[in-house]
DNA sequence: GCATGATCATGC
DNA sequence: GCATGATCATGC
């Protein structure tokens, strides 16, 4: 028995769902992924995706995002855009894969271990309410937790960004057609299409493709990668937003050292002060999919060596929470700065957030245009009075990325 | 040699 | 003027 859509004449199925307002930028994100229908583990199997309980019920979604305010109840929160959802005919393709991706999986007897790191768009989420009450699961004796197909936070996004279409950024596509999506994963074209230039140099990869980057940019090989990958260096990739892949490139030095920690867009005091963990952008960030690309020095060269997919593990996406709480209560606290030093290039403030030997997995440092590139302290430094301080973000620790990503493949 | 703080090129 | 993806420079 197939469940219904929520109007079954018109055949769309009503979602509602959150969004949070990031307090830097006023740009309204999604709070979540977006939540469908529970996978059941015995129907699923013997299903095929164009009769799928899942499409069935979800190929058409009438979608109503409200804005998420911590201390409203529900009757108070703002309805702030409402829209129905389609999906363009290469998400469809991923999404068809995703699928195949979570069914295959349970027709192997492991639905205990299914995990959202598996797909790009449409996910397997816990439903953490009830996750506790393990459910059978065909061929395997091991029962497993409940599970619903969900749409992935970024894709949510995506949504947003279409329907909204006020967020100024220019997209570049890596699937340019139905017919290229239907063949591939994101995954797995991405790393075909950096395996051909694999052990090619830098000057080798501009020649190339024609180009001509400024290698004292910063970020000169993110242009790189993106030109191999057929993006222009003004794009944002749209399939790496939608599946929440960060992607991030890396030099490797002639003593196989990684000189340089990896960064991510700085915080807002603010915004850390009052979103905690679970809502917070860090979190994000670090459950998301990594894509790291590694360019090797040679001679005075460097040359891309190899890439690859990366999810962080449980036990550093807890160690990066416990950073974030520290960083929270040092903004709390006021207690920014701790000592003041002159130097040949003026005046250091040396500050107390986490430091790289505080954590192997990540810290806090400056991510400024220079020093008075600041934003407003929720409560003032106690030892200069400061209202304001130099942009910070949190970086990921050189030494856990060469150990943890690096060396792994 | 590394930790820490400072800073750069680009695009919008 | 600012966000991003990073690298640079100083001093211990």
Redesign the pocket.
Known sequence: MVSEPDFPLAGLELKTSPLKRLK??KLLVAKERLVLNIINYYDVVDEEFEESSFYYKNKHLLLVFYLYESKQSALEYVIELVADWEYPEEDLEIIRKDWNTIKTKIEEGKAHELSEGDTSYLGACTKSANSRKLRKQPNNDKPAKPRAFSLKQGYVNHIIATLGNKD???YGRLFESKEVAVKETIESLVLKRLKDYYGKSTSQIERDHNLD??Q???????NL?KAILGIG???TIQEFEKADI??????IEDNK?I????????FDFYEVLLQDWEESRFKDIVEGKFLF?FFKKDGNDYYLEKAMFWNMGFNDRLECERIYNETKAVIRSGEIVWNI?K?????????N?P????SKVC?V?????????K?PLPVPDKMTGMKAY??Q?FWLD??YVLREIYKSI
């Open positions: 830097s930028k100024g950024r220019k980057l400024n004292k940019s910063k970020s000169y090989y993110h990668t260096t003004n794009e960060k992607f991030k490139t890396v030099r050292i000189e340089q920690a990896i960064s991510f867009p700085a690309v030093k130097q040949k290039n003026g005046i250091i403030y040396q500050n957030f430091k790289i030997r505080n810290h440092r400056p991510h400024a245009i220079d020093r008075e590139d934003l130099t942009k973000c050189k030494n």
